[in-house]
């Protein structure tokens, strides 16, 4: 162990990835695991889209080497749906990812050098702090609602830990693990801020699609592209994923970014796994062109409503002094409970008394801080699950 890297030391188990295993147990009613309802994948689409490929003309091609890139067809087709978000671009501001996991990691290696510091929420994405550690950061404290340092004050941060600020990362849209958007005014604000520092910032838009309520803010890198003079000027990093919409298990995620900052990556790519697969990069493509728009139509449906009874359910049993998010979209709401309460202490109550888990929140804070607060799943709480573990979730916090 003595041969090992600085670095290793800051790599942990993800205590989601850890409580996933809870879902195998039949009588655990799980709010923990962040992933879509599988019963709701395009299994059909996607069933005949790889036999048309593999009985067809492309089927040598799909499952030959690909360019480190991506897939040249997917990436046009992404740059067309960035371009109805306000984001002019083609398809070399594009770039495939292994999931947008793999694309944090390639921008934390690509943005950091130990000491250096990157800007996070509290609390923030517990997979963005998994791919940042590995590369020896300090993180200090971004506030996009209002409450940031001056940039003097994160320039002498930085400086006294041995490093620059490199980036700010964030989820503007329906927030893991809050359930939190953004307005617009808070976006210029972050902007604002990166551009004081000349700082990067790291949009990570997996939950984009799945809005509920209300009307959407416009991206992050759209606003920086308008402000800036178009994506090659923008310091906004966009990162996308399927995985929250069509399918996981496929792995495809995708940049949107300036040219020089795709060139670095294809580096990344060619000395890391040369390319995504890409039999499952011509497979998403068939079933995007397909079904993306009907498909994100029908999991808001399905969606919205195991939201709302979730939220019904806290109103009816929570104790007085818990309060939550009441997130417009996405997966997750996120609960506040009296100072005092630790949430990791519950768990283990609420898995033995009430087979019921959930994510303890600190798990999300770079500081391990939060450890009042808890986040809870809705995409695969049914009725049953939601009439059965919110009430008894209630009860142990009573008792």
């Known amino acids: 162990m003595n041969l090992l890297a600085s670095r290793s030391s800051r790599m942990k188990a993800s205590e989601i990835r850890e409580l996933l295993k809870l879902l195998d147990q039949p009588d655990i009613i799980s709010f923990a695991g962040g992933i879509p309802d599988p019963a709701l994948f395009p299994a059909e689409a996607i069933r005949d889209a790889y036999a048309d490929v593999l009985g067809g003309a492309e089927a040598g091609a799909a499952l030959q080497y690909q360019v480190s890139e991506g897939y040249l067809p997917l990436r046009r087709w992404l740059a067309g749906q960035m371009g109805k978000l306000g984001v002019a671009c083609d398809e070399a501001n594009i770039f495939i990812t292994s999931g947008s996991q793999q694309a944090l990691d390639y921008l934390g290696k690509l943005f950091l050098s130990p000491g250096d510091t990157a800007l996070v929420t509290w609390p923030t994405y517990l997979g963005a702090l998994q791919a940042f550690n590995a590369y020896e950061p300090r993180y200090d404290r971004l506030t996009p609602a209002g409450g940031n340092m001056t940039p003097d004050a994160y320039r002498a941060a930085a400086a006294a830990n041995g490093g620059k600020a490199k980036f700010a990362y964030l989820v503007p849209d329906f927030a893991n693990p809050t359930g939190n958007t953004l307005n617009r005014e808070q976006r210029e604000a972050v902007l604002d ?80 796994d040369l390319h995504s697969p890409s039999i499952n990069q011509v497979v998403m493509h068939r079933v995007a062109e397909a079904v993306f728009e ?39 709401v996120w609960v506040t409970l009296p100072e005092g309460a630790d949430a990791t202490e519950l768990l283990a109550r609420s898995v033995k008394e009430a087979r019921v888990a959930f994510v ?29 573990g919110i009430p008894r979730l209630a009860a142990i916090l009573k008792g």
């Open 193 to 272: 801020l990166a551009g004081e520092l000349d700082i990067a910032v790291l949009e990570d838009a997996a939950y984009r699609a799945l809005r509920y309520d209300g009307e959407g803010e416009p991206p992050i890198l759209a606003l920086d592209c308008a402000r800036s003079g178009g994506i090659d000027k923008a310091r906004t990093l966009y990162c996308g994923s399927f995985s929250k919409i069509l399918s996981p298990g496929m792995r495809v995620g995708w940049v949107c970014a300036a040219r020089h900052i795709v060139e670095k990556l294809v580096l990344m790519k060619q000395a890391s």
């Open 360 to 388: 303890p929140g600190n798990a999300f804070y770079a500081d391990g801080t939060g450890r009042n607060t808890l986040r809870l799943s809705f995409t695969l709480a049914d009725r049953r699950a939601v009439s059965e």
């Open 294 to 332: 009907g498909h994100v139509e029908k999991l808001i449906d399905a969606y919205r409503e195991r939201r709302d009874g979730l939220l019904s359910a806290l109103e009816a049993h929570m104790p007085e002094g818990v309060t939550w998010s009441r997130p417009e979209g996405g997966m997750f």
